[in-house]
């Protein structure tokens, strides 16, 4: 049985920069997936990325949602990976954030 995974990361970027970061980071996302050989394809649709994670043998798919304020992100693990969804869910949360932490110097 398949898990679902849905997490939301606030933000105060704005949609346009929020979309650039993830954009950017997705690259990196096989440098955290043990066994070096994932293949991650993403495509856009407005301001949600469609996301195919295929490694060990096994397939994550989902997309991210950017707003104004916050990144959704849902996907769906196979049933062999349901058993580490609270690891993934705290590896994606703990990355998202800092992908999308506003390091900008404070007015003031």
């Known amino acids: 049985m398949s898990q679902p995974i849905v997490i939301n990361l606030p933000h105060n970027l704005g949609a346009e920069e929020a979309k650039r970061r993830m954009q ?6 096989k440098d955290h997936i043990p066994g070096g050989a994932a293949d991650v394809r993403s495509s856009w ?3 949600r990325m469609h996301l195919d994670v295929r490694a060990l043998g096994q397939e994550v798919t989902g997309h991210i949602d950017v707003m104004d304020t916050k990144v959704r992100l849902e996907f769906t693990l196979p049933a062999v990976l349901a058993l580490f969804a609270g690891t993934i869910e705290g590896l994606l949360t703990d990355k998202g954030t800092e992908l999308l932490e506003d390091k900008r110097p404070k007015k003031g």
Not at 24 to 29: E, Q, S, T, V
């Open 24 to 29: 950017g980071g997705i690259g990196r996302l």
């Open 45 to 47: 649709e407005g301001d």
